[in-house]
């Protein structure tokens, strides 16, 4: 029995939406990875880009367990000597409330030219309106 293997081109690709609200950081980002890579199709292969589009609505209204809120730290070097700035969960989604989520999804998929691809397919929106309308997405349970 031969492999079949598509093209990009070939491969169907859905619009799905997630609702964020409410649900664990962790568990939406891991769902929304496995998505953007694929991993639900029959037809995923692990060096293609086979995923869907998925948009995250109210990514500002995700949850943290225990003391994450004030102990979870984010952080990032500005490439100067001691240019390490840290911040908090809160602080971060204060000032930027879709990149907790961001930073999750980032940090699920593969490093390398084909995460970069299959981040661009990953839409997340602080509030629950997106401008994707007229893709007509599916909603999706977690």
């Keep these: 029995m031969k492999t079949i293997f598509y093209k990009e081109r070939e ?5 799905y939406v997630i609702d964020a609200a409410g649900k664990p950081l962790g568990r939406v980002a891991a769902k929304v990875a496995a998505m953007a890579r694929g991993k639900h199709k029959a037809l995923y292969a692990p060096h293609q880009e ?3 589009y998925i948009i995250v609505i ?3 209204k995700v949850a943290v367990t225990g003391n994450k809120d004030k102990d979870k730290m984010y952080h ?3 490439g100067f000597p001691g240019g390490l700035k840290s911040v908090n969960f809160n602080t971060l989604i204060g000032k930027k409330p879709a990149e ?3 930073i ?3 940090g699920m998929l593969p490093k390398g030219s084909l995460g970069r691809k299959l981040l661009k397919n990953v839409k997340i929106y602080a509030g629950s309106e ?3 309308a007229a893709q007509n997405p ?3 349970a977690l």
Excluded: E
């Excluded at 491969?11 to 619009?15: E, Q």
């Design 11 to 15: 491969i169907p690709r859905s619009w």
């Design 100 to 102: 907790p989520l961001y």
């Design 138 to 140: 599916v909603a999706v």
């Design 104 to 106: 999750a999804v980032k």
């Design 50 to 52: 086979s995923g869907d």
């Design 58 to 60: 109210n990514a500002d």
């Design 76 to 78: 990032h070097h500005t």
């Design 130 to 132: 997106h401008p994707h």
